[in-house]
């Protein structure tokens, strides 16, 4: 029973399955040197902190950089050839750490890392978006999220048996097996040919539109992407980029609980995803994705609470911080839960073939701002004996977060926010052929009928019908009723089943979107959601 259980959350495409091994094995050499760069420059290679806070920055500045370019290259070239080289470029970035000696050689296996990370999370999620159905894929994001923290776990947990400050060779090791593990997912793409090429197709001679060609100018001057992006980084500034530099800074220097209790919670934070995300993802399957992430934000609100808390009971003994320190990470594991899978099918939801690497490097850079932006905010206010105020900042953000969020839920089609995916949507990954049903079928030869003399009767309100007309039941003048459902390109803007077609994003036009939308528009065409963007 247990495996069929599991067998039945995993993607349905094999080529998909293959890309969880691969976020499973890198995450696993990711958590042996994730909590030790900065233990590791400081204390084994004797590195200032500044210099080794300098080198985190540079890092982050370079994704920043970079993510844009890399974006624009996926959708031209596809996310295969872009990606492939990369994981290679980061794979040496990562082991070249463990023979750094100096502060110009650890910038440069900084930057290195860099420019290999700059389209690996932009990469795969392009990738995944194309080997999952549109109904499966919410649910793919959240798995693919349990699986990279289980690794990250897993690898820490391996790497606290290695890790030695008085031995080098130790962190050598460390990062030489996170190299090794870096390649893993370029092996595991590199048995799959097929997949990973560019996912727009190229226009037909005579058919490229006028004007300039789709590019990030086409992306911005989408409205709910624009709305998207500011609730990202609002949340992301007041959320995840504070749980890796405020939170352990303020739960040691507030709080006063010990770098133990601080491992507890990070314990604590993964275990919860790990073993709640499948619960939540069932959860969430079918509803709205804007007002989950706006619960999102109050999750997190409520998390910095619990941490204050926990801080003013530090006078009633010790027992009340390690509380609150333990407890802030598990109620914001919660949040996570929910937040990892919604985000990118938004994203990808969202966004065209053409553009798709785009959306997702910008969602990416967006992530890197935070990473900025995060410990600038924290590490001076919280330096300086103002932890209070970052509390009481970061927690009001991460309402301001929520509005954003429901806000969001007016600008996102009902497709979009995850409350429209009909059956025929949700099992077809690339909508072109549904398309292609709707305009490669011949319109039937009347040419006999409108030759030949024929009887007429009288229809219901007296008009007076051909015997061809009354076989099908038409009546005069109408062109979309629904028993003449023909399949001929001049036919499809009377078409009553086109919400189960999916025609709102496939075709440009929401044919009949009302039938979907509770309007009740069944006549005529108007113009799409993302045209008006």
Known sequence: MIRSRIAASLPSRP?????LLGTLLAAIGQGMTLPFLFVYLTEVRHLDPVIVGVVAAWMGLL??????????????????????PLFLCDAIGVASYGFVHSAWQAMLSATVCAFGGAAVWSGQNTIMTSVTTEKERQHVFGLNFAILNLGIGTGGVIAGYIANVHHAWSFQILYGVNGIAVVAPMLILLSMPKIGGPLGKPAADGDAPAGPKPGYRTVFANRAFRRYALFVTVLMVCGYSQIEIGFPAYASTVAGVSPRVIA????????????????????????????????????????????????????????????????????FAVGETMMSPVMPAIVNAIATDELRGRYNALTSMSWGLTAIIGPLTAAPLIGHG??????????????????????????????????????????????????????DTAAPDLSALRDRTVPTQAGPDGAVLSDAQAALSVPP???????AKSDAPGAQSGL?????LGTTDRLGTSIGRGMSDGRGTTDGARVSEPANR
């Open 386 to 439: 103002y932890g209070t105020v970052w509390l009481v900042l970061i927690g009001v953000g991460a309402l301001a977060a929520s509005a954003i969020a429901l806000s969001l839920h007016r600008v996102l089609t009902p497709r979009e926010d995850g409350r429209d995916l009909t059956d025929a949507e949700a099992t077809s990954a690339d909508p072109t052929p549904v398309m292609a049903d709707l305009t």
């Open 477 to 483: 003048g109408v062109l979309g009723h629904p028993a």
């Open 15 to 19: 080529e998909a399955r293959r890309l």
């Open 264 to 331: 507890w919670g990070f314990a604590a934070n993964t275990g919860t995803i790990v073993i709640a995300q499948l619960f939540v993802l069932k959860r969430l399957q079918g509803r709205s994705r804007s007002r989950a992430l706006a619960l999102v934000g109050a999750i997190i609100a409520v998390a910095w609470l619990v941490l204050g808390l926990g801080a003013l009971g530090r006078s009633s003994g010790a027992a009340i911080p390690i509380l609150g320190v333990v407890l802030c990470s598990t109620v």
């Open 63 to 84: 994704g920043l950089i970079l993510g844009g370019p890399a974006g624009a290259l996926i959708d031209r070239f596809g996310a295969r050839r872009v990606t492939l």
């Open 496 to 500: 009553d089943t086109s919400d189960k």
